[in-house]
């Protein structure tokens, strides 16, 4: 199916595509057909820079459970950080 | 076959690109305008395009997404469609208005034009065929023609559309699909069935969601082959 349900957030940080770094200031997450994953559904993450165009875009594709999995392991590597150091 | 990149005028009058397949002769012939899948104007899309010009059809796929990312590769241009709240009803049904009649305006056109989609475009298929002059409409398992989307969704179902559907409607869905589910696909059918409307469907037991995507675990070789002779069919009994 197309769940159509799409859930963006706004970030701050950068990342790194095949080309070079850029700017992350946004992160659209769903759950539909890959293009790339051999599974019928993924969970997908677009970490993008709307102002630099569509090409602007890191791109996950991934399982539930490894979606899953990565949530667990920020959460885990997050909690692990002295609270000053995360406080802004 | 001949196949190029063209420009129609969509919804409000924009320019739109379009992927454009034709058979080779001068014979009178019907058209058909494929609706891409949410994943967008891809290679995939682009193959239907061209199977419906080896079946005898001048065959047309607007990109609709060329208006948030034009010259943008398709999943690029998805993304961007996608985290922008993807494609106003309305404006769908300006574009396939406009593919529609670039198909009627070619020298080969007979008049008759139909519809198809997959997935996403199952629905907007749909759709199209209930606000245009539409000769025939396929629609291969779109989600929320009927059923209730998820709160949150981004579009609604077409039960109040459906008693103005305009054309034959060929559904071809999977028993292992959840959206549109055995119930959902049931719906529709006595809606139709009550507002008098021509319904032929088919529902594979060995399928479930997009399984004539060729490129995706999803595939089934069975159902797709027979679900190509059911829209041959079809198209030839309302588009010669």
């Avoid at chain 2, 058979?23 to 061209?50: F, L, N, Q």
């Avoid at chain 2, 298929?125 to 981004?154: K, W």
């Avoid at chain 2, 069919?233 to 010669?240: D, E, I, M, Q, V």
Wanted: charged fraction near 20%; charge should be negative.
């Amino acid at each position: 199916m197309c769940t159509y349900e799409t859930v963006c957030v706004c970030l701050e940080g950068s990342g790194k595509g095949p080309a070079s770094w850029l700017r992350v200031t946004q992160a659209t997450v769903y759950f539909d057909h890959p293009v790339h994953a051999m599974a019928d559904h993924t969970l997908n993450i677009d970490l993008t820079d709307p102002s630099q165009g569509p090409s602007a875009r890191i791109a996950l594709e991934l399982t539930a459970e490894s979606a899953r999995a990565l949530v667990a392991a920020i959460q885990q590597a997050l909690d692990a950080v002295p609270s000053e150091l995360t406080h802004t | 076959m001949a196949t190029s990149t063209v420009t129609i005028t969509g919804h409000g009058g924009d320019d739109v690109q379009a992927y454009l397949a034709r058979p080779e002769g001068d014979g009178s012939r019907g058209g058909v305008v494929v609706i891409h899948h949410m994943p967008g104007y891809d290679r995939a899309t682009k193959e239907i395009v061209r199977r419906f010009a080896e079946l005898g059809y001048d065959a047309i796929c607007p990109n609709l997404y060329w208006r948030e990312a034009p010259g943008a590769a398709p999943d690029d241009a998805a993304a961007v469609a996608r985290a922008q709240g993807g494609v106003p009803d309305e404006r769908l049904v300006g574009d396939v208005a406009g593919a529609a009649a670039y198909l009627r305006a070619l020298a080969t056109s007979n008049g008759k034009v139909g519809t198809i989609g997959y997935c996403s475009g199952g629905r907007q298929s749909v759709l199209a065929a209930c606000n245009l002059d539409i000769d025939a409409a396929v629609d291969c398992y779109g989600a929320f023609v009927t059923g209730t989307p998820p709160e949150g969704s981004m579009r609604g179902n077409l039960v109040d559309q459906l008693p103005n559907l305009r054309a034959p409607l060929l559904g071809l869905f999977g028993a292992e699909d959840k959206y549109p589910s055995p119930e959902q696909v049931a719906e529709l059918r006595d809606i139709l069935a009550a507002n008098g409307k021509v319904f032929e469907e088919h529902t594979y037991e060995d399928a479930g969601h997009a399984f004539f995507s060729v490129d995706r675990p999803a595939y089934r070789v069975a159902a797709a082959n027979d679900g190509w002779e059911r829209i041959a069919a079809f198209y030839g009994k309302h588009l010669r």
